[in-house]
């Protein structure tokens, strides 16, 4: 997996590591910083959402073009300066009136400007790394390991958004509660005209959160802006990171330096790394190329539903205490300690010395000893945060990528490696599922109007339905994101890449403005189970299309 790559590879990803650890900080707690602050519905919450993420995803697609004309590493320096500036904006505490949301969706323009500059042009470098020889049949690895660096910075993220936001709150001598911020906008707004229901919900919750149940107007303001207080200081943390990923972008820069270069640099020096393609080549590929664009809308509209619907119902739904087994997992050092684990394992059967094996095994009992201590120390019952879901799905991700290039190496070994495009259609199919697990655990559960109206629902559920949901999501994201990007870099012809990357990137920001229909859903009275029934169709559909349309695809990229 790791042997024979270029040492690019790694500056590249180490580099892309920090950035994405800063932005899914960010992410963790964004919907949740918007109900807090400002007091925004559920649809409100997710229409901004869905256009926050499109267009981080829709820039790149001008960020390529000016990256075609440019140079990819001068867009890179860029975006990162855009973006730090969009961050450190977004950390400064502000009112809720007309001032204070103008310069968030100010904040959130420069992030997306600068993400359109960043994002896509490095993976451009990328995937010009493997436009040699020497590494060309290595690519779609190189894309899984480069894919599974972005999730160590993701996994890594909702853990700190938990230590600052309790850190800011406990300064106050408050507590987090998910429940309180939407019940204080109610009181805040109604007053003592508030239903007795919600209204006796929010003097239980004001005591327990450590508040003054006595004056509920005074505590409710107080509560709403320390928890934003604590919110910004968590977005302060993606200044931090852009400043480490710059430094390791600048500092290795001469192992990548080479990749660095577009068609038009290249017919200026006399050299052509690809044949030229004919128009009709260059047009076959275009179209097979946007087919596939049009079927990955669909899976990033029910995947990113993880910021937005999922987070909802992982704070209105399942139980705010984790129990047994359950608790280990929203413990980030026990998530390393199972990735270090599962790689000691790979490493045990993959090392070609016995020297290795025994490092290997070593480390791999370590593992087991240092789980098992962790076992008898973390507390049991173990509260958590609704953001806390969102650390399992990069942690599936890097812990799951080994068996995946194992896999897929055996595989085409024999032969017998389904093409990139067949892998998404698979990856539809098990997004599918996932979203089924989902709609079976909200079955007798509470609509969302209904827990609005109510103040709390009136049953939790265990959080391993979520989990379990998220583990299988992840199955069907290795199968559609790192090779849909190694498909995009092997295909687009050579004088497009970066408009071509950036199509791709457009197709995702068209799926992530579409999780704000499920967030209409959400809020419509439809039953819960209902609204994830909808994403299981639209998965079975985009996934019968992509089949339909298989040969075509397949003999265009041949």
Not at 222 to 251: D, P, Q, R, T, W
Not at 411 to 437: N, Q, T, Y
Request: aromatic letters at 14%; hydrophobic letters at 50%.
């Amino acid at each position: 997996m790791f042997k024979g790559q270029p040492k690019g590879l790694y500056a590249l990803s180490l580099a892309n590591t920090g950035e994405r650890f800063g932005y899914y900080t960010m992410l963790a707690i964004f919907t949740l910083f918007l109900q807090a602050k400002f007091g925004y519905t559920e649809a409100v919450t997710t229409q901004i959402y869905g256009i926050f993420l499109a267009a981080v995803y829709f820039m790149p697609f001008f960020g390529g073009i000016l990256a075609d004309k440019f140079g990819f590493g001068k867009m890179v320096s860029l975006g990162i300066f855009v973006m730090f500036g969009g961050y450190a904006l977004l950390s400064i505490p502000t009112g809720t009136g007309f001032a204070g949301q103008a310069l968030m969706f100010g904040a959130l323009a420069l992030i997306a400007c600068g993400t359109g500059l960043f994002k896509g042009n490095l993976q451009v470098l990328v995937g010009n790394l493997y436009d040699d020889p020497a590494y060309a049949a290595k690519r779609d690895n190189a894309f899984s390991i480069f894919y599974m660096a972005i999730n160590i910075g993701a996994m890594f993220a909702p853990g700190m958004a938990k230590r600052i936001t309790n850190h800011f709150l406990a300064q106050d001598g408050l507590t987090y509660n998910g429940q309180i911020p939407a019940l204080a906008h109610q009181y805040m707004e109604l007053g003592d005209k508030m239903p007795a229901e919600p209204l006796a919900k929010l003097q239980e919750l004001a005591t327990a959160a450590g508040g003054n149940a006595a004056d509920l107007g005074a505590f409710s303001q107080h509560y709403v802006e320390k928890l934003s207080e604590a919110y910004n200081m968590g977005f302060g943390v993606a200044c931090v990171s852009l400043v480490i990923s710059y430094l390791i972008y600048v500092a290795f820069r001469k192992t990548f330096k080479h990749a660095d270069v577009t068609a038009k640099q290249q017919a200026a020096a006399g050299a052509s790394a690809q044949a030229e393609l004919t128009p009709a080549q260059t047009k076959s590929r275009i179209t097979a190329l946007m087919l596939v664009f049009a079927v990955v809308i669909f899976f990033w509209m029910a995947f990113h539903q993880n910021g937005s619907t999922m987070t909802f119902f992982a704070r209105d739904y399942t139980t705010p205490e984790a129990t047994g087994i359950t608790r280990m997992g929203f413990n980030i050092f026990n998530l390393v300690l199972v990735i270090v684990g599962v790689y000691a394992a790979f490493g045990f059967f993959q090392s070609e010395k016995g020297r290795g094996k025994i490092v290997s095994a070593g480390l791999f009992a370590a593992v087991v000893g240092a789980l098992f201590y962790q076992w008898t120390q973390t507390p049991d019952p173990m509260s958590i945060l609704p953001s806390d879901f969102q650390q399992f799905n990069p942690f599936y991700v890097v812990a799951l990528t080994p068996f995946s290039v194992a896999i897929f190496s055996a595989l085409a070994r024999k032969g017998k490696e389904p093409s990139a495009p067949r892998k998404i259609g698979m990856g539809m199919i098990i997004a599918a599922f996932g979203f089924l697990i989902l709609t079976v655990g909200s079955f007798g559960l509470m609509s969302p109007v209904e827990v609005k109206a109510a103040g709390a629902s009136d049953m939790f559920v265990s959080q391993n339905w979520l989990i379990s949901t998220y583990l299988v999501l992840t199955f069907a994201e290795l199968l559609l994101s790192p090779m849909g990007i190694s498909f995009v870099s092997k295909v687009a012809p050579p004088k497009y890449k970066g408009m071509m990357m950036g199509c791709w990137f457009a197709a995702t920001a068209i799926g992530n403005y579409a999780t704000s229909l499920i967030g209409y859903l959400w809020g419509s009275g439809m039953a819960l189970w209902m609204v994830w029934g909808v994403l299981i169709v639209l998965c079975l559909l985009s996934a019968l299309f992509i089949f339909s349309i298989m040969k075509k695809l397949e003999n265009a990229t041949a």
